[in-house]
């Protein structure tokens, strides 16, 4: 079964920055596009970014210029950078294959939360 292991969440204050990691395996990590993607309380989860195998990037336009997603092939990881963090920022984080759609392929790992808050 695919397993997703994400890290590095926390209690960050607003205007500062986060890096939170997942981990999966390798049969994984080199087929498919990746994505980062959240879900805020009482909201649906939502798609905030994708890196393909060969780097390409796109973001959710409500992140834009504030995070950074990347990809360390060596160690079958994805990783995103989070600056200039706002309160509706807040909300357990969660990486995932992603198809054309940018839809989350396999099940869900138990995320990692963040919480943006003074």
């Known amino acids: 079964q695919v397993q997703f292991v994400e890290s590095g969440g926390g209690l960050v204050q607003p205007g500062g920055s986060l890096r939170v990691s997942c981990a999966t395996s390798?049969?994984?990590?080199?087929?498919?596009?990746m994505g980062w993607y959240r879900q805020a309380p009482g909201k649906q989860r939502e798609l905030v970014a994708t890196?393909?195998?060969?780097?390409?990037?796109n973001y959710a336009d409500f992140v834009k210029g504030r995070f950074t997603i990347s990809r360390d092939n060596a160690k079958n990881t994805v990783y995103l950078q989070m600056n200039s963090l706002k309160p509706e920022d807040t909300a357990v984080y969660f990486c995932?294959?992603?198809?054309?759609?940018?839809?989350?392929?396999?099940?869900w790992g138990q995320g990692t939360q963040v919480t943006v808050s003074s």
């Open positions: 390798g049969s994984i990590f080199r087929i498919y596009t």
């Open positions: 995932n294959a992603a198809n054309i759609a940018g839809i989350g392929i396999h099940s």
């Open positions: 890196i393909t195998k060969g780097g390409s990037t």
